[in-house]
């Protein structure tokens, strides 16, 4: 590396000054869910940065990446964002870029062949806030207006308006409330509240309503993990992660309103089948590293993996879930070609806080010497283990012996599905290895999908492959997979009749926000309600989902065979939930098959052809309303 020249007091008051105006404790919460996730992580890469200054880690090669990944941030908050005010993130940038941009040629200037620094170099610190030429962030114009007087931007710069910008001013939404909703039941329930199943008025769409009470979230501590779930599950932008569509806060709950996984969760078909086929577990895993992926590349650790947090899309795919125990940490390169210290990803969180299921923990979290990303990788292994087994590898009558068996206790794989494939085994013990430096994955998710086990499998398309099994549903509001006819819900819906004292709560919780995805779903039902008194033209015609009820044809009830490995069809009454699977003799998957009618439908369409028709539609719109005025 290099030796930091005498120029380092500056650049660090330039750090201390940005971490100190834009502090996380002073700025959030943000309303915005995209722009409050977003602000979360400028920050931390802020604070990184500094370290690694003060200890002579800084690079040219980390500089460059660290300022790709503030553009991409910026890039995705214009893009998401539905509050529009993107004044104080882009300043945040603005800044921090300029520091950057300052320290890259001083970088050269004194790197040498051995790594000193020369002798008698010095560079004097520019003003961030003024528009020096090599100096000036890309991501303004430059302008000639002079800095306000307390060193802030003059005005944000314009920018051309983007897609989110056009839905919004096509479509005026009103905040997100309650009242847009109408309660069908509940369907889970939990310490800190419950999930409901609501169908939206506007939209006529079925979603899930997480529910967490107010009273249960007094803790400054738990409601930061309230805020981080929703900023989280309202940025994310992958079809293996489940998305919340809007918040909004009521009298007693912070309400979260997120798709409706219609076939469960893995945990309730592992109860009610047992082990599941081998290819069905392949599967499964694979769509799993592709969400872990996805979350790793923006610092998600979600600390909390299991079969029960895995949830069954109606169409027969993985979407993970429950961000309530997440850390955030930094956004790391997902190229190759930018190594990160071992020690960094391993031991990146070191709060000692012992959290998450006590099976499904990893060795470091339980002998509390810091922990990273390497341990949703060990939960991984665990989870596979459990899909092909029907239970965990360590287990135990008390908290204590489990916690001996994982630090302790070596795996004996007896897996019955896995004797013809010897690859299963390998990725299980490579992903299950105590020491997490040695761990599979802790290099990063491309050395879990080079695996044997996953090698053959063709991840850009996996999300379009047929499912080996999938929910049979009898309507769009079917939940027999969450009550397996043995739990019983029950309503509460009503926020009357709580007797909690919630004086302490301030009225404005800046717990109200909206996602992209619900923009997207009123210009799609504004397009549907129009279409449905004109014909639509030739070159502009509308492909609508099908319907639950219209794809899938009515089976009898199933269990799943482990002698043959598949399910076999019963004809006697079962209160278990109806599967309809489609299983093939070959060992492994294939790819490329024809693709399921109704993944196609749930395509989005593109967003030149949305904006076209919108447009369109409001234009007939208003030349009905001029008809009427006339007659």
Not at 182 to 200: D, K, N, Y
Not at 219 to 245: G, M
Not at 385 to 407: A, C, M
Not at 518 to 523: C, H, I, T
């Amino acid at each position: 590396m290099f030796r930091i020249s005498s120029d380092k007091r500056e650049v660090l008051a330039l750090f201390k000054e940005i971490l100190t105006t834009y502090a996380l404790d002073i700025v959030l919460p943000i309303p915005d869910g995209v722009l409050s996730f977003t602000y979360r992580l400028v920050m931390k890469l802020v604070s990184d940065c500094r370290t690694k200054y003060q200890r002579g880690r800084i690079s040219s090669e980390y500089l460059e990446h660290l300022q790709m990944n503030i553009r991409t941030l910026v890039q995705q908050a214009e893009e998401r964002s539905q509050s529009g005010d993107l004044a104080v993130f882009k300043q945040l940038a603005q800044k921090f870029l300029y520091v950057l941009e300052y320290m890259a040629p001083s970088l050269k200037h004194l790197e040498t062949p051995d790594g000193d620094s020369k002798e008698g170099q010095q560079r004097n610190i520019a003003d961030p806030n003024t528009s020096e030429p090599g100096l000036k962030s890309d991501l303004i114009e430059e302008t000639t207006e002079p800095a306000n007087a307390d060193g802030g931007i003059s005005e944000t710069p314009d920018i051309p308006e983007s897609a989110s910008a056009i839905i919004r001013s096509l479509n005026a939404m009103r905040k997100p409330s309650k009242s847009d909703y109408t309660h069908i039941e509940e369907i889970s329930s939990g310490s800190f509240g419950a999930v409901h199943l609501v169908r939206h008025k506007d939209t006529n769409k079925v979603f899930a309503m997480k529910k967490q009470t107010r009273s249960k979230l007094h803790d400054t501590f738990f409601l930061k993990r309230a805020y981080l779930e929703r900023d989280i599950t309202i940025f994310s932008d992958c079809p293996f992660v489940v998305s919340t569509f809007c918040s909004f806060p009521t009298k007693q709950h912070l309400c979260m309103v997120m798709d409706f996984e219609a076939g469960g969760d893995c945990n309730t078909l592992l109860q009610f089948y047992g082990p599941l086929p081998l290819d069905l577990a392949h599967m499964y895993i694979a769509e799993t590293v592709l969400a872990v992926e996805y979350l790793h590349s923006y610092g998600v650790v979600h600390r909390d993996l299991k079969p029960k947090n895995l949830m069954i899309s109606s169409t027969g795919h993985i979407k993970v879930t429950d961000f309530g125990l997440s850390k955030l940490g930094l956004m790391r390169p997902t190229s190759d070609n930018y190594k990160v210290r071992t020690k960094d990803i391993t031991r990146e969180f070191r709060d000692n806080e012992v959290a998450g299921t006590f099976r499904y923990l990893a060795p470091e979290v339980i002998l509390k010497v810091g922990y990273g990303r390497p341990i949703d990788w060990w939960s991984i292994g665990i989870i596979l283990y459990e899909f092909l087994t029907g239970h965990v590898p360590f287990n135990g009558r008390r908290k204590k012996d489990i916690f001996n068996s994982i630090i302790r206790d070596d795996i004996t794989l007896k897996i019955q599905n896995s004797t013809d494939n010897p690859d299963a085994q390998d990725f299980m013990t490579q992903l299950l290895r105590k020491n997490p430096k040695h761990r599979l994955g802790t290099e990063g998710a491309n050395e879990v999908k080079s695996h044997p086990f996953l090698r053959k499998l063709d991840f850009e398309n996996l999300q379009y492959m047929k499912p080996w099994y999938r929910p049979d549903l009898s309507s769009e509001e079917d939940t027999r997979y969450f009550h397996n006819g043995i739990w019983r819900p029950r309503h509460m819906d009503s926020d009357e009749g709580y007797t909690s004292n919630i004086s302490d709560w301030p009225e404005n919780l800046n717990y109200v926000s909206s996602s992209l995805r619900l923009s997207k779903l009123y210009a799609i039902n504004t397009r549907m309600m129009i279409n449905e008194d004109h014909e639509p033209s030739p070159g502009c015609s509308l492909e609508t989902s099908t319907k639950h009820s219209d794809l899938q044809k009515e089976s009898s009830p199933t269990r799943y065979d482990g002698d043959n490995q598949c399910f076999t069809t019963e004809n006697n009454k079962s209160p278990s939930p109806i599967l309809s699977v489609e299983m093939k003799n070959t060992s492994a998957l294939k790819l490329g098959e024809e693709q399921d009618p109704e993944i196609v439908a749930e395509t989005e369409p593109r967003r030149g052809s949305i904006f076209r028709r919108i447009i369109s539609s409001c234009r007939r719109g208003l030349s009905r309303a001029a008809r009427s005025l006339r007659r």
